[in-house]
């Protein structure tokens, strides 16, 4: 099973390597590590998608906490936040099939962000299963290459209401 | 103005540190320059990694944090192995380094080496200094991670230009405040009154004691609640010494190397209460099989150490020491009568017997009347192998003391951790156990004992081989001993004379106790080697 990990952290150098560091020690597979500045300079926020079971997700968030200057992590549960990630993708495309592939992105809300002779890349930023949706239909036309940035979530306010 | 050497030096003066144990080198030379005008004790050691056991034994005996000092690149490269051996067990040091400028950081200058990435799984926490004006506030909360919560190593890694560096004034901070390090000492209320509930239910109920009873400085309360309640105790490696060894109510060493009885009581409990022992591997080889017919309590200061290794149906996160006390105010249980003689009965029946062969010293049984022989205070330090084992399972501690490498089983702990725990307790009997093998890992300590005049007795138990691994060998490799014979080489004796040191070797239990007994009236350190049968075994 996936679970998403919120991790508030000292914005210190060194802490990224501490944290990222513990997965191959522990020997966790994660999917993806997405890291950035909080609203507060001083705190940056890593949001951790791993696999793994709830033995696995559980020793990973105590062993997060033993690290100093990790703050605070949360397991999202799911349903309760939003998560999503940016990637920016070139299909091959000539000129013929521009239009195809112009249709494609406006139907999935993707972003043309640029146009060559032989190419397109289009900027996308959303859930993973629609990521894969998006890469399902671009594939019959040649992906050339696939640049993502890792989930990166909010807790929904909406949610812890209810 | 005040220079960042300087400043270090202050640092450890407020922190109360009277002796460090290093090694210098370029890179670390203002600090042991400025470290010259005080009236802290540097200890030259004979290799890095010794440093750091002598500091560990050092802040064992004193339950304070232990210090050691080495240069950049290879200084700080030898002493890995101490940092971690004492991240395995637990144990508070401060391990301080020089490092290249701090503008040729990066550059594989002379003597560099990332020793901060290097250390990072060995370490509770790490620090490289930037600036001089950071120094007080590393130090501070540098010793404050390393003796709070569940303890350990944490490096500062200092380039020379910072120690060179001068700032205005030096201030000590008063306080440490790290956001993110806040460990609970207390135990959860509710946790504590289930445990209570759970033992009270309990018919067959067996305490494991390990090392954070120690190092919480439990141990009184530790023994109120066990004559209190009467329950069984067994130890892990690290747990040995917060039982007297004769004490009926004391089963033994549990694990793949320890007492059966031990963990017959354990395999027979209906009810396992775990204090500050984290279920290593050696200790519980099966914790699958304990849970099946036993409810599990786990205490400990270390939240990811509870349900790591083994489920627990109540974890109690918190200090031991505070733990007990919350637990004495309520407690009352008395373990059932048909229980306890169980367990003395199993005790009875899988004493060890000595394996004695002719014209070789039976070590268990000589481990077992040297250690009665010694002060009851004494601190028994015990290697790594056969030695181990024996010291283990055959050590009669009293009010006295155990130190080893339990976690990482690091070879040539014992001689440097004796150095630092007599050291840190000149009137204690010190006495170092090692086999011929781990001895050879660290006897060039022998010089630092013999400069410092440390009255530290060495018992060498010679049989020639790698006990250890010989011994696996015999059972999992059809006795091919591949790499494990030691040969007859050097003659300890001649080698300990060598440094001014008087040395015997003993070839029967008579003659071992006869040195033994000299020695032990002696002020002077002595090496005593005793020839050990090689077919002799661990348990």
Not at chain 2, 461 to 479: A, C, I, P, W
């Amino acid at each position: 099973m996936k679970y998403t990990l919120s991790v508030l952290v000292e914005n210190h150098p060194g802490v990224l390597s501490k944290v990222s560091g513990l997965f191959s020690r522990r020997a966790f597979n994660i999917d993806s590590l997405a890291v950035g500045i909080t609203e507060d300079p001083n705190i940056s926020r890593i949001t951790i998608v791993a696999d793994g079971d709830e033995y696995v997700v559980e020793q990973l968030e105590k062993q997060l906490n033993k690290i100093i200057p990790v703050i605070k992590v949360r397991t999202l549960s799911p349903g309760t936040f939003i998560s999503r990630e940016l990637s920016l993708i070139k299909v091959s495309c000539p000129a013929k099939q521009r239009l195809d592939i112009m249709k494609i992105a406006e139907l999935m809300d993707a972003k043309i962000v640029d146009v060559s002779i032989n190419t397109m890349t289009l900027q996308f930023a959303d859930t993973l299963e629609r990521f894969e949706t998006l890469t399902d239909l671009l594939r019959p036309y040649g992906i050339r290459e696939i640049v993502r940035t890792g989930t990166v979530a909010i807790e929904k306010d909406s949610a812890l209401r209810k | 103005m005040i220079s960042g050497a300087e400043i270090m030096v202050k640092c450890l003066e407020k922190e109360g540190v009277k002796l460090l144990f290093g090694y210098p080198g370029a890179v670390i030379c203002p600090f042991f320059d400025k470290l010259g005008e005080t009236d802290i004790k540097a200890v030259l050691v004979r290799q890095e990694q010794n440093a750091a056991h002598a500091a560990s034994g050092y802040a064992r005996a004193l339950s304070t944090v232990g210090v050691c000092v080495a240069t950049s690149g290879p200084g700080a490269l030898n002493m890995i192995t101490g940092i971690a051996t004492a991240y395995m067990d637990s144990i508070p040091l401060i391990a301080i380094t020089g490092q290249v400028k701090s503008d040729l950081l990066g550059r594989d200058v002379f003597q560099e080496a990332d020793i901060t990435g290097a250390c990072e799984s060995f370490v509770k926490h790490s620090y490289l200094v930037k600036n001089t004006a950071e120094l007080p506030k590393v130090f501070k909360e540098a010793f404050h991670i390393a003796s709070t919560g569940r303890p350990g190593p944490v490096l500062i890694d200092v380039p020379v230009d910072v120690q060179t560096g001068e700032v205005e004034s030096f201030e000590y901070p008063e306080k440490v405040n790290i956001i993110s390090y806040k460990p609970s000492v207390q135990g959860h209320p509710m946790q504590i009154k289930r445990a209570l509930e759970m033992i009270s239910e309990s018919k067959k109920p067996v305490i494991c004691a390990g090392g954070g009873v120690l190092t919480s400085g439990a141990k009184p309360k530790f023994r109120e609640f066990i004559e209190r309640t009467g329950i069984p105790v067994v130890s892990t490696m690290m747990g040995i010494g917060i039982m007297p060894s004769d004490d009926p109510q004391y089963v033994g060493m549990l694990g793949s190397h320890g007492r059966k009885a031990a963990n017959i009581t354990v395999h027979n409990a209906d009810l396992v209460i775990l204090c500050g022992a984290r279920v290593g591997d050696r200790a519980v080889a099966s914790p699958d099989q304990v849970v099946e017919h036993a409810n599990v309590i786990h205490i400990d200061i270390d939240p990811a150490e509870i349900g790591k290794n083994m489920k627990t149906s109540i974890p109690i996160v918190g200090d031991m020491r505070n733990v007990l006390g919350q637990l004495l105010k309520e407690i009352n249980y008395t373990t059932p009568d048909e229980w306890k003689q169980q367990v003395a009965e199993w005790k009875r029946e899988y004493e060890p017997v000595p394996q004695i062969f002719d014209g070789y010293v039976e070590p268990k049984s000589f481990i077992a009347e040297l250690s009665g022989m010694v002060h009851s205070k004494a601190i028994m330090c015990a290697d790594v192998g056969q030695n181990q084992i024996w010291c283990a399972n055959n050590c009669r501690l009293r009010d006295g003391r155990f130190f080893t490498s339990g976690g990482m089983g690091t070879m040539g702990y014992s001689v440097p951790a004796a150095v630092g725990a007599k050291l840190a307790r000149p009137s204690r009997d010190v006495i170092a156990v090692c086999g011929d093998g781990s001895f050879q890992m660290s006897m060039n300590e022998l010089a630092t004992i013999a400069v410092e005049k440390l009255n530290v007795k060495i018992i060498v138990m010679r049989n020639t081989t790698l006990g250890m691994v010989h011994e696996l060998q015999d059972k999992f490799y059809g006795s091919r001993y591949e790499v494990t014979e030691i040969h007859d080489v050097p003659d300890f004796v001649k080698l300990a004379q060598s440094y001014g040191i008087d040395s015997a070797c003993a070839s029967s239990n008579e003659e071992a106790l006869k040195y033994a007994r000299e020695m032990l009236k002696s002020d002077k350190p002595f090496v005593l080697v005793c020839n050990v049968n090689p077919k002799t075994t661990s348990v």
